[in-house]
């Protein structure tokens, strides 16, 4: 692989909201998982566990988080950001903005907009999901670790032209994950990714997010 090819799949890659129904092969999700899990960790400790449903049990437990959602307390494992502030903000406010211009969200729409945010318990109609847990003990650097993994996983999906879309919209309700999962107490419930074929037709896959320039990034020294 050359840097071309790689900054091309780098770019074809973004956040899938619309999936078709058709279930991914088991052995292509294998191939995911097995490159996923090339990634490096500190002490090559691995801490990434992967629990992914697929076929009726994807379609119940979509059926279970809608209901969580709907009636639920959020309570995450790990703190949710206490705040966006300036540039931090301002591209926060940019991706939600493209993404309410294509699918027909008006400023303002608060109902409209808290019904696009409830897309993310029905998993946008992915055929599969998978839980991406790390262990208690390992703390920040386990689920740092884990950031590694869920980037690799979408990567290396996007390769075998499988579109993902990582969800932290889910562990918003980490103790209905638990029980529903039968996860165990030490283990921290970083994230979900949805993942699937894209519906390529539906118009909230019909933008996409752009990078901060490395001016903005990086502070050069020496």
């Known amino acids: 692989m050359t840097l071309s090819d790689l900054n091309r799949l780098l770019a074809s890659r973004y956040s899938c909201r619309a999936f078709r129904p058709d279930p991914v092969p088991k ?5 995911i998982l097995n490159s996923a899990a090339r990634v490096p960790s500190w002490c090559n400790a691995q801490p990434w566990h992967v629990t992914i449903t697929s076929g009726a049990e994807t379609d119940r437990f979509r059926t279970a988080i809608q209901a969580e ?9 790990i ?29 303002g729409d608060r109902t409209a907009s808290a019904r696009q945010m ?18 208690v003990e390992l703390g920040t650097y ?3 670790d884990c950031g590694g993994f869920i980037t690799a996983f979408s990567l290396t999906a996007q390769a075998l032209g499988i579109a993902t879309i990582p969800q932290a919209a ?16 030490d283990r921290l419930i970083l994230c979900a990714i949805s ?27 020496g």
Request: include cysteine.
């Open 27 to 31: 052995d292509q999700i294998k191939q």
């Open 142 to 144: 386990g689920a740092l």
């Open 195 to 221: 993942f699937g074929y894209a519906d390529t037709d539906h118009p909230a896959n019909g933008f996409r997010t752009d990078r901060a320039d490395l001016s903005e990034i990086v502070n050069w020294v």
């Open 170 to 185: 889910l562990a918003t309700y980490s103790p209905f994950l638990r029980r529903y999962f039968d996860i165990p107490e």
């Open 69 to 77: 959602a709907a009636t639920g307390t959020p309570c995450p494992d």
């Open 118 to 135: 409830m897309q993310n318990f029905s998993l946008f109609g992915a055929p599969h999901c998978a839980i991406v847990t790390s262990p």
């Open 79 to 107: 703190p949710f950001p206490t705040s966006y502030s300036g540039v931090y903000q301002d591209r926060r406010r940019t991706c939600g903005w493209a993404l309410y211009e294509a699918v027909g969200v008006e400023r």
